[in-house]
């Protein structure tokens, strides 16, 4: 192949462009040789040459290169220079330092601009140490900061840094206008992909204190999360002390997966299956959200471990007992095996650790109060009741219905009936495809608008025991899909009044914001999907151990948590303390954990009734229509 001939014109301007390219500090350098260069070379001619201003003192080198750096940097110097050899040299000096110090303060300018618009960007390392680290950006993050802030304050300087595909301003700015006050806790974000090894180490997972890994919205999120987790566990300089990670999983199908490429480092929360669970226990349960909102979120009480050396030799029943200010649920093996609402004849051994709700840590302490006030006479022992058929509506359709139904199979007596009505592609499939799997339910699909009057009015709502309206979170916008939902809240509210029945009514919301628009049409309960998803992550963040625990409660399989008639354990209209209704539960294999007030039963102020872990010695008149919050079997 004949060589091309270049010429010198063209190498040259070659190389000038592969220094150009080097960026600014290439540059600096080039132009401050240069500088050095001319003002030397004008030093140098001064010297050889005499040449010298009109007073005829002669200048040796150093004094002759500082008169031409002067001139260099400062073009007005010249103005009193006098011998026209001498104003000549510094004439083309001075042309050739304008020349070099503008192109300078342009380059210099150039690199200061994109330096702040890189930290706008939000591109530069993060030199924190146990932080919180939240990796992806959704509107699960507001909740998920603001239950973080309520967790952190208490700690010494907390930090939370994310990682969002987003602007780094514009995050900012959402979360100043959504979280205006941060407390004590310092938020830092910063801008890149969750998936690319090189921006997590941005936000230096190395010293993080623990891992929150949201879902990206869109057709699969589970893809990113997962992909998230392989950078995070797989990258060839991580720390070798295992990560705490915490991260939300859609699909059934990936769950296994996520959990082998992280073994003993990922904690998961599967989302469809925790608000599948949670509605379809709330829609027999009125109230149940409320606890479970109220054990999940950092304001009020929660669930906590504690090593009670007192407690050694003596059963689970002295433990639920001794607490005054705390309900303890469960023990905690020394080897780490969590067991929820053991037999009350239990033994405490050395190193075991109770599980209990309470307002913080440092509250859990034996009551030394003596004998609690337990007044046997008020305590009843209720009759045994036969489960029956019951009628259950969905009004709505997304990808949790199916779950949901398999969820309430657990629970329904053989021969319930199920009734779905819904729109959208292959709805009617997905249900037929359902039905072998249900041993209690036979299922009644009819296709409509759940908005419209005259269909929710053909439906005769009186019949149903449980009505479940689902958001078309799926095929919606989220405000959309709300809004239709809000929609059809206000028609079944309007259809109660104009029939004088009442229905039980579960709500499945997207946005936390919209619960008090909905607020106005008294449903039983409120499920929002976000939120509560947003409380698990963040309460696993901060625990990991909690897993174990939830997993418990919210399995069909084992104890839950239940919300049944107070006239069950004590007699009403007679004052008792809490004390009496623990000790009623505990004949019964239960623990009571609080209870819910009927006639506050729509106050929002009130908690919709439900108090959660009473002070046992605080004495309370029950109504017929109360009910008793307790962990059992069934």
């Not at 906590?304 to 023990?331: C, H, N, R, W």
């Not at 033994?347 to 650790?353: K, Q």
């Not at 409509?448 to 149903?464: H, V």
Request: glycine share 8%.
């Amino acid at each position: 192949m004949a060589e091309r001939n270049i010429s010198f014109k063209t190498k040259l301007r070659y190389r000038f462009d592969n220094i150009m390219a080097r960026g600014p500090i290439a540059l600096i350098g080039w132009l401050g040789l240069l500088s050095l260069m001319l003002v030397c070379a004008a030093g140098i001619l001064l010297t050889i040459s005499g040449f010298t201003q009109d007073d005829g003192e002669t200048m040796g080198f150093i004094e002759a290169t500082w008169k031409s750096l002067m001139r260099t940097l400062d073009p007005g110097t010249m103005g009193g220079d006098t011998g026209w050899g001498f104003r000549l040299t510094m004439l083309g000096v001075t042309l050739g330092g304008i020349f070099i110090v503008s192109t300078l303060i342009g380059v210099l300018a150039s690199g200061i601009s994109n330096k702040l618009d890189e930290l706008r960007k939000g591109h530069s390392f993060v030199v924190e140490k146990g932080h919180t680290l939240i990796l992806g950006w959704s509107e699960k993050i507001f909740p998920i900061i603001t239950e973080l802030l309520i967790a952190n304050d208490n700690q010494k300087n907390p930090v939370i840094v994310i990682l969002g595909h987003k602007d780094k301003v514009e995050m900012e700015d959402e979360l100043k206008a959504k979280i205006p006050d941060t407390k004590n806790t310092r938020v830092i974000c910063r801008s890149g992909s969750t998936v690319d090894m090189n921006d997590i180490e941005i936000v230096n997972p190395l010293e993080s204190r623990s891992i929150i890994i949201l879902a990206q919205e869109g057709h699969d999120p589970d893809i990113s999360v997962i992909k998230t987790i392989l950078a995070l566990t797989n990258n060839p300089d991580r720390r070798k002390e295992p990560y705490h990670i915490v991260a939300e999983i859609s699909d059934h199908k990936n769950k296994e997966v996520a959990e082998m490429i992280a073994s003993g480092e990922v904690t998961l929360v599967h989302t469809e299956e925790l608000i599948s669970r949670v509605i379809a226990q709330s829609c027999r349960q009125s109230g149940l959200s409320v606890v479970y909102t109220e054990l999940l979120d950092f304001d009020g009480d929660e669930i906590y471990f504690q090593e009670e050396p007192g407690l050694k030799g003596k059963t689970f029943k002295d433990a639920v007992m001794g607490y005054e200010d705390s309900a303890v649920i469960g023990i905690r093996s020394k080897e780490g095996k969590t067991t929820i609402n053991p037999p009350m004849d239990t033994a405490f051994n050395s190193g075991d650790m109770v599980v209990a709700i309470s307002k913080d840590d440092d509250t859990i302490r034996l009551s030394s109060n003596g004998a609690p006030n337990i007044n046997a006479d008020a305590i009843t022992t209720g009759s045994p009741k036969t489960a029956d058929t019951e009628k259950t509506l969905i009004l709505g359709w997304n990808c949790k219905a199916c779950n949901i139904a398999m969820e309430l199979d657990n629970y329904l007596a053989p021969g319930s009936k199920l009734t779905v009505v819904a729109e959208g592609e292959g709805v009617e499939n997905q249900l037929n495809e359902l039905k072998p799997r249900l041993k209690n339910q036979e299922i009644e699909f009819k296709t409509g608008n759940i908005s419209d009057r005259e269909l929710l009015d053909s439906l005769e709502l009186q019949i149903y025991n449980h009505i479940i309206l689902l958001s078309y979170s799926d095929t919606m916008a989220e405000q959309d899909a709300d809004s239709k939902s809000l929609i059809t809240l206000l028609h079944l509210r309007n259809i109660e009044e104009k029939t004088g029945n009442d229905f039980t009514i579960v709500s499945e919301m997207m946005d936390i914001r919209n619960k008090e628009l909905a607020e106005v049409t008294e449903a039983d309960d409120f499920i929002i999907s976000n939120k509560l998803i947003s409380l698990m992550l963040s309460q696993l963040s901060e625990n990991k151990e909690l897993k174990a625990v939830f997993d418990d409660l919210f399995d069909a399989d084992g104890s839950e948590i239940y919300v049944k008639p107070v006239t069950d354990y004590v007699k009403t209209g007679v004052p008792v303390s809490f004390y009496t209704l623990c000790e009623s539960a505990s004949r019964k294999g239960e623990i009571a954990i609080g209870y819910r007030l009927n006639e506050f039963s729509h106050n929002v102020n009130k908690a919709y009734g439900v108090l959660v872990n009473p002070k046992k010695s605080d004495m309370v008149t029950f109504t017929d229509s109360d009910k008793l919050i307790v962990i059992a079997e069934d």
